[in-house]
């Protein structure tokens, strides 16, 4: 995305592992024009 990968993980061994998503509660998201996406709290006091 704008030039960058949009998913990388030292810990991914093939093309199409994402190893790294979810480790820690951590997840790595992007709007449609590349920037990062912001946690939006929803009506039943959640995150998504």
């Given at each position: 995305m704008n030039g960058w990968a949009a998913?990388?993980?030292?810990?991914?061994a093939?093309?199409?592992?994402?190893?790294?998503?979810?480790?820690?509660?951590?997840?790595?998201?992007?709007t449609p024009e590349g920037k990062k996406a912001q946690a939006v709290a929803d009506t039943n006091g959640g995150w998504h």
């Open positions: 998913y990388r993980f030292a810990g991914d093939e093309p199409g592992d994402t190893e790294g998503q979810g480790v820690g509660g951590v997840w790595f998201t992007f």
